[in-house]
């Protein structure tokens, strides 16, 4: 059987999928400010007109690949929290994966803070940090209210509350490693964290 040819619709998402991770590349290399629309179209092998059959702006290709990296590592993540095994074994893999990130996608972390330094001034843009923000609190806030449930317990702080600190804690601790590293090394942010969920669930009561 002949196989057939992808439809529009199946090129025009490999096509901006293909521009996202052209743009990756180029803004890791030449950073934000630096990298140009021409600069991103030609690191995917398209026309400039293709970049702007998907895209807006320089700041629109930008903000939909923070907005995708953030919710990638909160999913992979979490997953490591999911998995089988105790409560224990759950936060060590999910502190393992954590620190694999952190550790081989410096580079990511440092665009994620030239995307937040930009929203800072932009009203429109922060809107849209804030919405990639929202989806990621909802996605920890979700899994930690399936902790809940399985293991019994209602912690002390609200499962929203408990997320915003957690990528408080995260994104503060990234800056300062990208600054010192050897004073800030990755595996420090999952074991403080597993300190931080061990709290909570030792100050947490038996459901109503």
Known sequence: MAVRPP?????????????????ARVFARKG????????????????KGAFY???????????????DRSKSWVLAVA????????????????????THLLENESDWILL???LWCQSVRDAKLRKRVAAA??????????LIEGMEE???????MKSDQIASLTIAM?????????????????????????????GLVSASADPD
């Open 150 to 156: 399985e293991f019994g317990k209602r912690l002390p």
């Open 133 to 142: 923000y929202e989806e990621c609190r909802n996605v920890i806030a979700d």
């Open 53 to 67: 059959s998907n895209f807006e702006s320089k700041e629109d290709v930008f903000s939909t690949l923070v907005a």
């Open 112 to 114: 994620s803070y030239e």
């Open 7 to 23: 439809g529009r619709e199946a090129r025009k998402a490999r096509t901006r999928e293909e521009l996202l991770e052209a743009a």
């Open 170 to 198: 995260t994104d503060g601790f990234a800056l300062q490693m990208l600054t010192e590293p050897k004073r800030f090394p990755a595996r420090l942010l999952a074991d403080g964290l597993t300190l931080f969920f061990a």
């Open 32 to 47: 934000y400010r630096a990298a140009s629309i021409d600069d991103v179209a030609a690191e995917a092998g398209y026309t």
């Open 79 to 98: 997953q490591g929290y999911t998995g089988p095994g105790s409560l224990d074994e759950r936060l060590r893999e999910g502190g393992d994966v954590l």
